[in-house]
């Protein structure tokens, strides 16, 4: 049988935070067995999934695009011209 990480036995291995990992394990990002339900979540990291998903590609995700507060004003500014004339 393969052995089973609690959050606070797998956080360090990983080197992040506890926070981060729960974070983390919440977004799926990580796999996990939720063996808890509402606040209580008690996680369970499988080794040999822990393992697989370690060797897995990294996915690369769409990362949001931010526009910067001067492309916004730049926006506004042209829409006041278009109203003024």
């Known amino acids: 049988m393969n052995r089973q990480f609690t959050p606070k036995e797998l956080a360090p291995l990983l080197k992040i935070s506890l926070a981060q990992l729960c974070r983390l394990t919440k977004a799926g990002k990580i796999p996990a067995k939720d063996l808890g339900f509402g606040k209580n979540h008690c996680w369970r990291y499988d080794e040999a999934r822990l393992e ?20 916004m004003l730049e926006g506004k500014s042209e829409n006041r011209d278009r109203v003024t004339q």
Do not use: D, I, T, V
């Open 52 to 71: 697989q998903w370690l060797s897995e590609e990294p996915r690369k995700e769409a990362s949001p695009k931010r526009r910067n507060r001067n492309s």
